[in-house]
T-cell receptor
Framework: DSGVTQTPKHLITATGQRVTLRCSPR?????VYWYQQSLDQGLQFLIQ???????AKGNILERFSAQQFPDLHSELNLSSLELGDSALYFC????????????????FGEGSRLTVL | GQSLEQPSEVTAVEGAIVQINCTYQ??????LSWYQQHDGGAPTFLSY????GLEETGRFSSFLSRSDSYGYLLLQELQMKDSASYFC?????????????FGSGTRLLVRP
């Protein structure tokens, strides 16, 4: 158990709809990262928050948005869903910006599997 | 920008040794990490190399050559449970976020 909690684990919805994915980082971790993994693909970086502020953006679609709240949990909002948005969405956390010095470790949640029909 | 290349698939026999290579191109370098991911599961951290040489953790070892922009993950005494995808990753220093950028992954199939 990494200590990172993601909900829901599975979500099935229709094209055009909007969903919200939630992530609670490990206790005390200030950074939250969102990654998208399509079928048999790698982990594509979407967005990072640090202590409530957006820190970095990847190739995140304009239909997607995220935020980190004062209690440090984060939400990823996906709107106007398309079939191609079907994927596993992972949240990861770290204590500070990036893995701690001398380590490459981020702590990943179990992911939210989104299916768009 | 950052880019990492890995073979897409490797097959090996139970009990054997397998090496998964990773070459990278980065504008700055803060070490090479390796992650394991079983189908549908969360990526889990395996190993990190900040300096050249070999790091050993049980049956797994990881090697780095910064001059060659190259690293590998070595899995010994393969077990069926090692069948998974393996990702190399580097920190992206470009925007001071230090997020990890992942390679496309190598799917390892261990056969009896």
């Amino acid at each position: 158990d990494s200590g990172v909690t993601q909900t829901p684990k599975h979500l099935i919805t229709a094209t055009g709809q909007r969903v919200t994915l939630r992530c609670s980082p490990r206790s005390g971790d200030l950074s939250v990262y969102w990654y998208q993994q399509s079928l048999d693909q790698g982990l594509q970086f979407l967005i990072q928050y640090y202590n409530g502020e957006e820190r970095a953006k990847g190739n995140i679609l304009e239909r997607f948005s995220a935020q980190q709240f004062p209690d440090l949990h984060s939400e990823l909002n996906l709107s106007s869903l398309e079939l191609g948005d079907s994927a596993l969405y992972f949240c990861a956390s770290s204590a500070r910006l990036g893995p701690r010095r001398g380590s490459g470790e981020l702590f990943f949640g179990e992911g939210s599997r989104l299916t768009v029909l | 920008g950052q880019s990492l290349e890995q073979p897409s698939e490797v097959t090996a026999v139970e009990g054997a040794i397998v090496q998964i290579n990773c070459t990278y191109q980065t504008s700055g370098f803060y070490g090479l990490s390796w992650y394991q991911q079983h189908d549908g599961g969360a990526p889990t951290f395996l190993s990190y190399n900040g300096l050249d040489g070999l790091e050993e953790t049980g049956r797994f070892s990881s090697f780095l050559s910064r001059s060659d922009s190259y690293g590998y993950l070595l899995l010994q005494e393969l077990q069926m449970k090692d069948s998974a995808s393996y990702f190399c990753a580097v920190r992206d220093p470009g925007d001071s976020s230090y997020k990890l950028i992942f390679g496309s992954g190598t799917r390892l199939l261990v056969r009896p």
